[in-house]
């Protein structure tokens, strides 16, 4: 089983603070993405990867920054947090496209408070 | 716009019955989607993969895909209070993969 460790599991901190939320996946694949996910609107993506130092922009990428710096290390940045990005965000890792019938491999989720 | 709609919002079976749950996806030429579960602060997990038209069974999980109707079931048999949980169905658009808003299942006993 692919595993995909997020850091930290909990974070609360006020807004207009700089947060970042880490990622780690050791199966050596190729995509990363981050997601939140908020009572009736599903997952909903932010960012995403196809290897180290590329960057995509999802569909809610508005007040994030994201950084893959290795293949294995997926950051995203908030550097002026307000409340409406407190969410539970999940990353996820998979070895390819998405429409070539890949699955995705998600951490446990980081839950952000911004008060 | 939406790209993955998900019906009910939210669904409450007794234990035994069969449990429905509905996804209608805007594009037609995907061809494979996912059924995903995730219990109450839990990550996700994957339940059923379906690919081409028709049914695919995985244990008491059995998914129905139609792509001529953009739709997509899960149907749980004999559901369990364990099942309780949110389940999200998904699409796939290339390089990423959508994701409906989810049903949230209550299974009493």
């Known amino acids: 089983e692919a595993a995909v460790t997020q850091s930290p599991r909990n974070k609360v901190t006020v807004t207009g603070g700089n947060v970042t939320l880490s990622c780690r996946q050791t199966?050596?694949?190729?995509?990363m993405y981050w997601y939140r996910q908020d009572t009736g609107h599903g997952l909903r993506l932010i960012h995403y990867s196809y290897g180290a130092g590329n960057l995509q922009i999802g569909d809610v990428p508005d007040g994030y920054k994201a950084t893959r710096t290795t293949q294995e290390d997926f950051f995203l940045l908030l550097e002026l947090a307000s409340p409406s990005q407190t969410s539970l965000y999940f990353c996820?890792?998979?070895?390819?496209?998405?429409?070539?019938?890949?699955?995705?491999?998600f951490g446990h989720g980081t839950k952000l408070s911004v008060l | 716009q939406q790209k993955v709609q998900q019906s009910p919002e939210s669904l409450t079976v007794s234990e035994g019955a069969m449990a429905s749950l509905n996804c209608t996806f805007s594009d037609g030429t995907s061809d494979n989607f996912r059924w995903y579960r995730q219990h109450s602060g839990k990550g996700l997990e994957v339940l059923v993969s379906i690919f081409s038209d028709g049914e695919k069974e995985e244990g008491r999980f059995t998914a129905h895909l139609n792509r001529a109707s953009l739709h997509v079931s899960l149907h749980i048999r004999e559901p369990q209070p364990s099942d309780s949980a949110v389940y999200l169905c998904?699409?796939?658009?290339?390089?990423?993969?959508?994701f409906g808003s989810g049903t949230k299942l209550t299974v009493e006993p």
């Open positions: 199966n050596s694949h190729n995509y």
């Open positions: 996820a890792s998979s070895g390819g496209r998405a429409i070539s019938n890949e699955r995705l491999f």
């Open positions: 998904t699409m796939p658009n290339y390089n990423v993969l959508y």
